[in-house]
C-alpha cells in the first residue's frame, strides 16, 4: 500500500514542512498582542521618554530576577546531587516526589500561606523596614516554590546517567568537583538552562506575593515592574482606558519587552557559554563492572536527609492547616465548571506542546537538539509572550473581548480555553523542547536513510521514550492554568475561576481567611491528585 507524503504533495521539503508548523505556532501566540500593539498608531505617546523612575525599577526587577533564578537553580542542583543515589522506584524516591507540590499549589495560595505565616505585626515592624529585606523574603519564597521543583527536575535528569559512566568516574578516582565539572553539569546543562530561564521569566514578573504579602507601594520602595505598570494604569484610567492603555503599552513594547527580550538572549547565551567552559564531557567508555553493587547502603545514606527537606518542604502547608479554622459551609461546586475546563484546556495545550517540540526538533536534526544561537533565538521568539508585562496581556485579553463581542457561553468558554493555551504555551513547549534534546542527530538521519513513515518516528523517538515527561507536562498545564492570574480574571464575571474566588477571600473588603483556607484545602487537594497520577506512573513505568 503506497503511503501518502503530505510534504511532497504541497512541494516542500518535510524540515520545512516542520519549520512551517513550528512558526504557525509561534506567529499565533504573537497574534495575541496584536490589539495592544496596534493602539499606538494614533497616538503620540509612543514618542514619550521613559521615566526615571521605570528605568531604576526595570534595573531593580532584573536583579532581583537573576538573583532568585540563579539561586533557584544554585539550591535545586545542590539538592539532587545530595540525594541522586535514591531511586526512583524506592521508598524515598516516592516521597521525594513531595518536592513538586509547592509549585503545584500555584502563585496565589503560595502568596496566601505566607500571607498567613507573615501575618504577626511584629515580625512585619521588623522585616518590612528594608525594600532588600522584603525582596530577600522573596527570593526565599520563590526558592520554595520553584527551587523545589528545579531539585526535581534534575535528580530525574540526573538518574538517566549511564552506568558505563558512573563507573568509569567511580574507577578513575573522580574527586566530587571533578565529577560536578565533567559528568553531572554536562548531562543536566540543558534542563539546567531552561529551568534557569523559567526561573527568571517568573521572578522578573513577580507580583502576587509582592501585593498579597508586602502591600508592596512607592512609598515603601518595594515596587517591581509588574505593580508599578499597573500602578500607573489605574492611575491613567482616571483619565480614559484607551489613554491608560496606550501608555502602559508604549512603555512595555519599546522598552520594557526589547530589555527582556534582550536579556533573555544575553543570560542564557551567557550560561549556556558559561557551562560548556566549566565543564568536560568525557567520552563514554564501557568498562566491566569492577565496582561492587552497593547501591542499597548509598540509598540508605542519601535517604537520611530526606526527613529534613521534606520538613522544610511541607512546615508551612502544615502549620497553616494546623493553625487556621476552615469553614466548611462555603461551597465549591462553583468550580466545577472552571474544573473541567482547565482539564480540556490542560489537554489541548499538552497536544499542542508536543507537536510544537516534535517539529521543532525534526526540523533541526542538528541546530535543534542542543542550545546555541539558533535554538536560543527560537525559544525566545516561543518566551515572546511570556516576556510581555502582564498588565499588557490583561489589556490584550480585554481588546479581544471587544473584537470578537462573545455573547454566547460556548463561545467565551472557547475564547478562555484559547487564551490559556496560548499563555501556557511556551512553558509546556520550552519543556519538551529541551526534553526533546535527547533524541540524537543520529538517530533522525538514519530514519531518514530508509525514509521510516512520519507516524513511525514519532511513536518510537518520541511518544515511547518520552510518555511520562507528557504526563508530567499535562499535569503543570493543569496547574499552571488552574492558577494562571490573567486569563482567569479577564473572563470572571462569566467563568468563576480559583485565582478569583480565592483573591477576592483574601484582599477585597470582604476578606475571609477562614474562607480562603476552603479553597486553599482545593488547591492543594489539586495538588495531591497531581502528585497521585505522577507517583502510580512512575510505578507502572518501574514494573514495565
Not at 527536575?153 to 558512573?166: A, D, G, M, P, Y
Request: charged share 15%.
Amino acid at each position: 500500500m503506497k503511503t501518502f507524503n503530505f510534504s511532497s504533495t504541497i512541494g516542500l521539503t518535510r524540515y520545512q514542512v516542520y519549520w512551517a508548523v513550528s512558526g504557525i505556532i509561534i506567529l499565533a501566540l504573537l497574534a495575541y498582542l496584536m490589539p495592544v500593539a496596534l493602539l499606538g498608531e494614533t497616538t503620540h505617546v509612543w514618542g514619550s521618554s521613559v521615566p526615571s523612575q521605570l528605568q531604576s525599577i526595570t534595573l531593580r526587577s532584573m536583579l532581583v530576577a537573576l538573583l532568585s533564578a540563579g539561586l533557584c537553580i544554585c539550591c535545586g542542583f545542590f539538592y539532587a546531587l545530595k540525594l541522586r543515589k535514591i531511586e526512583l522506584s524506592s521508598t524515598q524516591g516516592k516521597w521525594f516526589s513531595l518536592l513538586i507540590v509547592p509549585f503545584l499549589l500555584g502563585n496565589v495560595s503560595v502568596a496566601f500561606i505566607f500571607k498567613m505565616l507573615l501575618l504577626n505585626n511584629e515580625i512585619k515592624s521588623i522585616a518590612f523596614t528594608s525594600p532588600w529585606i522584603i525582596f530577600g523574603i522573596l527570593i526565599v519564597i520563590q526558592i520554595w516554590q520553584f527551587g523545589s521543583l528545579f531539585a526535581y527536575l534534575l535528580w530525574i535528569s540526573l538518574k538517566s546517567i549511564s552506568n558505563e559512566q558512573l563507573v568509569f568516574a567511580e574507577v578513575s578516582a573522580l574527586t566530587s568537583y571533578e565529577k560536578v565539572r565533567d559528568l553531572y553539569l554536562p548531562h543536566t546543562k540543558n534542563l539546567l538552562i531552561l529551568l534557569f530561564l523559567i526561573g527568571f521569566v517568573f521572578s522578573f514578573y513577580e507580583d502576587i506575593k509582592l501585593t498579597l504579602i508586602f502591600s508592596a507601594s512607592p512609598g515603601t520602595d518595594s515596587e517591581l515592574i509588574s505593580h508599578w505598570l499597573y500602578r500607573q494604569f489605574r492611575s491613567d484610567l482616571l483619565i480614559n482606558f484607551n489613554f491608560a492603555a496606550v501608555k502602559v503599552a508604549s512603555y512595555s513594547f519599546l522598552y520594557i519587552l526589547p530589555i527582556a527580550f534582550v536579556g533573555f538572549l544575553l543570560f542564557s547565551g551567557l550560561l549556556t557559554k558559561g557551562i560548556t567552559v566549566f565543564s568536560r564531557s568525557r567520552k563514554k567508555i564501557i568498562l566491566p563492572e569492577i565496582i561492587p553493587d552497593n547501591k542499597k547502603l548509598k540509598e540508605q545514606k542519601a535517604g537520611r536527609k530526606m526527613p529534613l527537606i521534606l520538613l522544610v518542604l511541607l512546615a508551612p502547608v502544615i502549620y497553616l492547616i494546623a493553625t487556621q479554622s476552615i469553614n466548611y459551609q462555603n461551597s465549591v461546586v462553583v468550580l466545577w465548571e472552571p474544573f473541567y475546563l482547565t482539564l480540556l484546556a490542560s489537554l489541548i495545550a499538552c497536544t499542542l506542546s508536543i507537536i510544537l517540540s516534535v517539529a521543532l526538533r525534526l526540523a533541526g536534526p542538528v541546530t535543534m537538539g542542543t542550545f546555541n544561537k539558533t535554538s536560543i533565538l527560537i525559544l525566545a521568539l516561543l518566551y515572546t509572550i511570556r516576556l510581555t508585562p502582564p498588565i499588557v496581556l490583561l489589556i490584550a485579553g480585554f481588546k479581544w473581548l471587544n473584537i470578537v463581542n462573545l455573547s454566547h457561553q460556548s463561545a467565551i468558554s472557547l475564547f478562555w480555553i484559547i487564551g490559556h493555551c496560548m499563555l501556557s504555551l511556551p512553558l509546556l513547549g520550552s519543556f519538551l523542547f529541551v526534553t526533546h534534546f535527547r533524541v540524537h542527530k543520529k538517530e533522525l538521519e538514519y530514519l531518514s536513510i530508509f525514509n521510516i513513515p512520519e507516524r513511525s518516528k514519532f511513536y518510537w523517538n518520541f511518544w515511547r521514550r518520552f510518555r511520562g515527561d507528557y504526563l508530567l507536562t499535562f499535569l503543570f498545564a493543569t496547574t499552571i492554568i488552574w492558577n494562571e492570574g490573567i486569563i482567569n480574571r479577564v473572563f470572571s464575571d462569566s467563568i468563576p475561576s480559583f485565582v478569583s474566588i480565592l483573591l477576592r477571600t483574601i484582599s477585597s473588603r470582604q476578606a475571609d481567611y477562614s474562607e480562603a483556607m476552603t479553597f486553599l484545602f482545593v488547591s492543594i487537594l489539586l495538588a495531591a491528585l497531581c502528585l497521585f497520577l505522577w507517583t502510580q506512573s512512575l510505578a507502572k513505568a518501574q514494573r514495565n
